[in-house]
């Protein structure tokens, strides 16, 4: 699953096939974040208007794209640096393996980048004959296992010390112990000999600062700063969606980010990069390369509720709190991204049918909103992808099954004229004594079976608007006739 | 020149080439700095938290500082930031005399992997977070504080910064800028907390009065 784009995101049916460990470790780290998240939180007085400036100026970026990202591009060339404008994932794979090969690179070091997922690189490099090595110790874990991540922030959480070991042992040829503080040595020692040998470090990016052509990286571990250090060629793949206006700005996504992704203050490693290096003696790249990808970003834009999607920041903070990804870990969602904002992301960029499933993967109880730090209407744009899914939109057909069109036309029928809804509440009662077992309804026939084979459901008794009236009605509330 | 994905961004928002750009929203304002005291308790605290070493060092102090550090770590090989202020403060010929050995900060690579220690100043100090910040250039190259087990920062109160504002008013014209704030760590496997993953495993920050 680590490279190509989807086709179709089964969601249900892969939510299936999820194993029992996986939500007990995705549920071990999202407990572990969201208290550590809760305690940070607690300690900032002014959180709250911090979120509300953070989601401001992320609106304010969208809306004004394409004038930051003109000043962006602008300020990365006065840098020395190269820019690259990719439309399609296929384009931006071409613009980093022709880069690659230009540079007669055999070995490329890669520092945890959401966008290289989202293009496949990793496999691109490899058809090339180009090896592409995951630095960070978790993306190197779930690279070795040939698998997925299973959570943004610690993508090889669902993998057991043994595991682990075994893999080690497996694919790097060593008998490697299953204690963790040693699994990680090991894992330091392989990679730093590929971060010295290396001729190209590939990141991302957390954030693109408009204002002087800054990319903004954030990283615990330090191999975003080994990637983007020691070898000569740095290429960043980052979308357009990552572009903010200034330094001033950035003071707010920074305090926002880490406190909503792990509970730190602040994320170990935060570089401030500008163009290649300046003097020989300093490290760092000699060129630096920027590909701004697309992707299907610009045509979301389109849509005014849906693009708040761009608000985002990547903490993973909505995924921690969600009773739908808990229970199913990040497989089930089918594609880089995980959780609540990869329901309302993938559907968007991928199309709306070919992850159709995914915005109905939400109980819509609204705890994701309440952590997000830039405050995206999450459930809102469910709802309403839920919508675009069902009628179809300028991007696609619609493709819901006859019945269940058949069924939503109906009801919008009975909701809207109050004679309907009257006459078919009184004809329901004509079914109370077919299927009435001991004072309730059991043994209906497909498709009602489906809910009578779980439990009974009680008669029906055609009286909700008279009760509603009488229970009701008495606060003020006027019902209409 | 035109450029497709600024063409559809335009296209999809309804904006043209002269569409002018609405004012930015505003920002709360900075945290205000406290007494200097405070703010290196603050900063002391902060960087125990992280699982680093704070000291606060009188310029006579630093030769037994150095002498623990080097027995401690295990120090045999060192590269240096070749400024003003640690060669006035005299690193390198300290660690000399500690039989260390020292490798020049501009050595290739593979060699300053080999070095043990690290040392650096650092710009700025953020002390809410713990957080030290780096600028670089040719007198100092951004892998001392990365490649060796062991950075040492050697700075002065002069770096204290209130908040994330001042620094960047300061800084973002620099070609670079790094903030380090702990050793480096990860909590990958089992969600164990393991330090030194890819950079330094232990920080020193020594706070050198004037």
């Not at chain 1, 607690?42 to 709250?48: F, K, L, V």
């Not at chain 1, 809102?380 to 675009?388: A, E, F, G, M, V």
């Not at chain 1, 493709?399 to 009801?411: E, H, Q, R």
């Not at chain 2, 945290?31 to 960087?47: N, S, T």
Request: aromatic share 8%; hydrophobic share 40%.
């Amino acid at each position: 699953m680590s490279g190509e784009t989807p086709t179709y995101i089964g969601f249900e049916e892969y939510s299936k096939h999820v194993p029992a460990s996986i939500p007990a470790a995705v549920q071990q780290a999202t407990s572990r974040f969201v208290n550590e998240r809760a305690a940070r939180v607690a300690e900032m007085p002014d959180w709250e208007q911090l979120r509300q400036n953070g989601s401001d100026i992320r609106l304010h970026t969208i809306e004004n794209l394409d004038v930051y990202l003109t000043r962006f591009e602008t300020a990365v060339l006065a840098a020395g640096g190269y820019v690259h404008w990719a439309s399609t994932a296929e384009e931006a794979r071409g613009i980093v393996v022709q880069i690659a090969k230009d540079h007669n690179v055999k070995t490329a070091v890669k520092s945890k980048s959401m966008a290289t997922e989202e293009i496949g690189l990793n496999s691109a490099l490899e058809a090339a004959g180009i090896q592409a090595i995951e630095t960070d110790l978790g993306e190197f874990i779930i690279q070795l296992a040939g698998t997925g991540p299973s959570h943004i922030i610690v993508p090889a959480v669902h993998l057991k010390k043994e595991e682990i070991a075994a893999l080690f042992s497996e694919k790097l040829g060593i008998d490697a112990p299953t204690d963790p503080l040693e699994l990680a040595r090991i894992a330091r020692e392989t990679l730093r000999e590929k971060f010295l040998s290396a001729e190209m470090g590939i990141s991302g990016a957390n954030f693109l600062v408009a204002e002087t052509g800054t990319l903004v990286i954030v990283t615990n571990e330090g191999n975003g700063r080994l990637c983007t250090t020691i070898p000569d060629l740095h290429v960043a793949v980052v979308g357009i969606d990552k572009v903010i206006p200034d330094w001033e700005s950035l003071t707010v996504f920074l305090k926002l980010l880490a406190r909503s992704a792990t509970g730190q203050k602040i994320s170990t490693y935060t570089q401030f990069i500008t163009g290649p290096r300046r003097a020989e003696g300093e490290f760092g790249p000699k060129e630096f390369h920027l590909v701004l990808l697309d992707n299907g970003r610009s045509r979301v834009l389109k849509d005014p509720i849906g693009r708040e999607v761009f608000k985002c920041i990547r903490c993973g903070a909505c995924a921690n709190v969600c009773p739908v990804y808990k229970n199913v870990g990040g497989f089930a969602y089918g594609w880089f991204i995980s959780g609540p904002i990869g329901a309302i992301l993938s559907p968007q960029i991928l199309d709306t049918q070919v992850a159709r499933e995914l915005p109905f993967a939400s109980t819509l109880c609204g705890a994701c909103v309440d952590v997000c730090p830039v405050k995206i209407p999450i459930p809102t744009i469910l709802r309403h992808l839920r919508r675009r899914v069902a009628q179809g939109d300028e991007f696609a057909g619609p493709s819901m099954p006859i019945a269940i069109k058949a069924t939503a036309a109906l009801t919008a029928l009975a909701l809207g004229w109050s004679w309907v809804y009257r006459l078919g509440s009184r004809l329901l009662l004509l079914i109370n004594p077919f299927f009435r077992h001991d004072g309730w309804l059991s043994g209906m026939p497909y498709p009602l079976s489906r809910w009578t084979k779980v439990r009974p459901l009680p008669p029906f008794t055609a009286r909700f608007r008279e009760w509603w009236q009488k229970h009701v009605s008495r606060d003020g509330n006027e019902i209409s006739r | 020149m035109t450029n497709p994905v600024i063409e559809n961004i335009r296209l999809s928002l309804g904006r043209t080439a002269k569409t002018p750009v609405s004012p930015r929203p505003d920002i709360i304002s900075p945290r205000q700095p406290e007494p200097v005291e405070a703010e290196i308790q603050r900063f002391l605290k902060e960087l125990k938290a992280l699982s680093a070493v704070g000291q606060r060092l009188s310029p006579d102090s630093l030769a037994e500082a150095f002498k623990s550090l080097v027995a401690e770590q295990k120090i045999r090989k060192a590269t240096v930031w070749e400024t003003a202020y640690l060669k006035q403060l005299q690193v390198g010929d300290r660690l000399r005399a500690l039989g260390v050995d020292l490798i020049s900060p501009h050595a290739e690579k593979h060699l300053l992997a080999q070095c043990d220690l690290g040392v650096t100043e650092a710009d700025f100090i953020l002390p809410e977070t713990g957080t030290l910040g780096l600028r670089s250039s040719a007198e100092k190259p951004r892998a001392v504080s990365l490649l060796p087990h062991t950075h040492l920062v050697i700075v002065t109160p002069d770096a204290l910064r209130a908040d994330l504002h001042q620094v960047f008013a300061e800084a973002k014209d620099s070609p670079y800028l790094v903030f380090i704030t702990g050793p480096s760590r990860t909590s990958d496997i089992e969600l164990t907390p393991t330090l030194g993953m890819h950079g330094p495993k232990y920080l020193c920050v020594w706070i050198v009065d004037l």
